[in-house]
């Protein structure tokens, strides 16, 4: 057992209360993995962890990422800063087919090494649990090479990854003038093959124009929940491409981007229950002003996440406090909002909302012992991350 000592301020979603909640001066029992009590004067245990008075939070959780690349193409970044957009560094042969080639001809041990340094990256930064995209092998043996990568990873890393097959993320040069031929690809032997691989829990699909079109997104999400894979999207991220609608007529559990989302596309999240994941990183990376429609979202009752969006080509940012920051300058998110759209939300849009994702007992003890005393320091501190110590499952697995 370890007890978390003078913790100053913990910040954390109640799920019994329904609320983000403060609480002063506070102790934390773990045994093995689990809380096992939060509260004043507990009993004495002689493994201690003094926290300094300083503020503790739970383990990130990133709902969205892309980190099963082989090279990061900062080429792209610098073509845009002479006026190319993503879209036109796509048409001309960038963009996430680009990134394919190099992919299909890797061994895997290069590629599961990439993944664990990417992964110790994500750990420092205070994410205990992330989700990880498949999507640029874009044919069988490289999708499954991907989904295998992930998954040795997991079983090697203290960070816990949730894999999504995305073979829907692009269509690869050989089927550039066959696009029903791919899609029939996915659904009839990528889909069964991923699920009787057994790795992937959830399937995605990147909806938009020129990637693919609501009716091929619809076709490719209902075959993967036939085959048990969970639905989620890449939603009207450059046009509005009706794809929150999609999101909700195939109930997915989260929509993501959604800078161009539409009235109608907010009312069927709304109506469908669907998360919206917001990813601000990748607004700010590719130098646009046009931020996700937070304040709209929420007052119309959709559940809002935030994720990194990592990925060679549109974002480069694993840190979820630098997210933060992000979210309250520009979503115009409060801070508590931000945090919890980072941990308990984001945890539901895993389905994992039961066992992490917030501070309570009988929840796994992941947690984040910072070096500040307020929850507002980390969205101020917009450079640095302020993290002393980082906890999984109850180990400490990063110090600094
Ligand atoms: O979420 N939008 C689609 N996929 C990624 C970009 C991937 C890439 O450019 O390599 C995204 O932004
Ligand atoms: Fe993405």
């Known amino acids: 057992m370890i007890k978390l000592e003078n913790i100053g301020s913990l910040v954390t979603y ?35 962890i003094n926290c300094n008075h300083k503020l503790v939070t739970p383990g990130f959780v990133d709902p969205h990422t892309h980190p099963v690349f082989l090279n990061p193409r900062e080429d792209e970044f610098n073509m845009r800063l002479k006026g190319s957009t993503y879209e036109d560094i796509a048409a001309s042969g ?16 290069l590629l599961v090494s990439k993944l664990k340094s990417r992964m110790d990256s994500f750990l420092r930064y205070g994410t205990t649990t992330v989700e990880c995209k ?9 999708e499954m090479k991907s989904l295998k990568a992930i998954n040795e990873v997991n079983n090697s890393h203290p960070i816990n990854m949730i894999p999504t097959f995305m073979g829907a993320h692009a269509f690869p040069q050989e089927y550039e003038k066959n ?14 093959k991923v699920a009787k691989q057994g790795f992937a829990v959830f399937i995605d699909v990147f ?23 969970i639905p989620r999207m890449h939603a009207d ?71 990194t969006d990592f990925n060679p080509g549109s974002c480069s940012i694993q840190s979820m406090p630098f997210i933060i920051s992000l979210a309250c300058l520009f979503l115009k998110m409060d801070i508590l909002d931000a945090v919890k759209a980072c941990t308990y939300t984001s945890a539901k849009s895993l389905m994992l909302e039961d066992t992490i994702g917030s501070i309570e007992e009988g929840k796994k003890a992941d947690l984040i012992i910072w070096e500040i005393d307020k929850i507002e320091d980390v969205s101020y501190l917009v450079d640095s991350t302020p993290i002393r110590n980082v906890l999984k499952d109850g180990s400490e697995v990063f110090t600094a």
């Open 14 to 48: 109640n799920s019994n209360l329904g609320i983000m909640d403060t609480l002063n001066d506070i102790e934390i029992i773990i045994d093995n993995d689990l809380i096992l009590e939060i509260g004043n004067n507990l009993r004495k245990i002689d493994n201690v």
């Open 207 to 229: 909806c938009e124009k020129g990637y693919f079109n609501p009716e091929q997104s619809r076709r490719i999400l209902n075959v993967g929940k036939k085959h048990g894979l």
């Open 237 to 307: 991220e450059f046009q509005n491409s009706k794809s929150a609608e999609i999101a909700g007529e195939t109930k997915s559990i989260s929509a993501d981007h959604l800078m161009m989302v539409s009235e109608e596309g907010i009312k069927a999240l709304y109506e469908n229950n669907v998360i919206a994941t917001l990813l601000p990183g990748t607004t700010f990376f590719l130098g646009q002003s046009n931020y996700a429609p937070y304040t709209k979202l929420k007052e119309a009752g959709v559940e809002i996440a935030l994720a």
């Open 94 to 109: 960038g963009g996430i087919r680009s990134s394919v080639s190099d992919l299909r001809n890797v061994d895997i041990s």
């Open 134 to 142: 498949s999507g640029y092998g874009l044919n069988i043996e490289s």
């Open 179 to 192: 696009h029903e031929g791919y899609v029939n690809l996915i659904c009839d032997e990528m889909i069964p």
